[in-house]
């Protein structure tokens, strides 16, 4: 596997870094294994590997997903090592995963097997999305723009229900405060995603808490919240 990694132009009248292609840095982020690294090949941070973070996370998903008469079919926007989905499409009736790096979906494909299990390498920005029941976007949106939020909300309103787990500072703080997308997230500017506030405004019919997990050493909360869209 050959990645090359790019660097970020700069404008060289004001010294400031250019917003660059999501997947380029998404591509980086991977390459240089800024989320750390384990002894696979792809490493999405400790947020998809430290169990007192993942266990919650996937018992009240596993909740929620068995809490259905029949099983549904579940889109993971930003399905990472997969290191979390994994554990999950047991409970679903189809798992499509979803990621903007090529190499990493292609290393899933060939490590993660099931009969209902799919991966499409994608932009969710601006690719249209598989039809689903249920969406789930966990510590995705935290790295994006505010611009690329946008344009992912436009089609959030399709499925019947989204999962959002998002790391936020703790106390009060001002949401959405815009960033450059990439492998850093709003909680260093005190700010974090919340998508009923400006300015995004997201339309629901049903907004739940499914969890919320603090970070040690004051580094923030980890929040899961449900909402229900049509």
Known sequence: MKIIVKKKKEDTSSGIKKPWPTKDAMEQVYAMKFWGSNSSAFYSGEG???PEIINPYIAALTSFLNS???PIVVCDLGCGDFNVGKQLIAHTKKYVAIDIVPDLITYNQKTFKAEHLEFHCLDISVAELPKADCVLLRQVLQ????GEIKRILRKLTYF???IL???LPEGDFEPNVDIISGQG?????QSGVQLTKAPFHFK???EKQLLAIAVNGGKGIIVTTLYRVL
């Open 204 to 206: 629901v019919k049903e």
């Open 160 to 162: 019947k229900y989204v």
């Open 185 to 189: 997230a709003r909680l260093k500017k």
């Open 143 to 146: 790295h994006l723009s505010n």
């Open 165 to 167: 787990t998002e790391h």
């Open 48 to 50: 998809s590997h430290l």
């Open 68 to 70: 259905f008469e029949s």
